[in-house]
Nanobody
Framework: QAQLVESGGGLVQAGGSLRLSCAASGRTFNGYVMGWFRQAPGKERDFVGAAKSGGTTYYADSVKGRFTISRDNAKNTVYLQMNSLKPEDTAVYYC??????????????????WGQGTQVTVSS
């Protein structure tokens, strides 16, 4: 059974960094679009960024220049490097996978697989 498992969340001070990992198992996701989303308490799930299989990346304006997505296809793992963290980045972060030709990158409804989420808390 295909599964995505996030790790690396935690508590960090504003201005700090964290790297989230999303390890895939049960099948290879190398050809998939891999996305990161987040949901803060009482808010809707938001798109953070995504990486296509060829390496093209997309980011929400709120994280552009601070967050970076990378893929290690050999390890079937996707990373989200988060720098210059702000209190408003506090949320549960989810990774997700969508088919290779999925076009609505920022629309989570089209992603087929989701991880369980990892909490990121940024203190001021």
């Amino acid at each position: 059974q295909a599964q995505l498992v996030e790790s690396g969340g935690g508590l960090v001070q504003a201005g700090g960094s964290l790297r989230l990992s999303c390890a895939a198992s049960g099948r290879t996701f190398n050809g998939y679009v891999m996305g990161w989303f987040r949901q803060a308490p009482g808010k809707e799930r938001d798109f953070v960024g995504a990486a296509k299989s060829g390496g093209t990346t997309y980011y929400a304006d709120s994280v552009k220049g601070r967050f970076t997505i990378s893929r290690d296809n050999a390890k079937n793992t996707v990373y989200l490097q988060m720098n210059s963290l702000k209190p408003e980045d506090t949320a549960v972060y989810y990774c997700a996978a969508a088919g290779t030709y999925y076009l609505r990158i920022s629309d989570g409804s089209g992603y087929d697989y989701w991880g369980q989420g990892t909490q990121v808390t940024v203190s001021s």
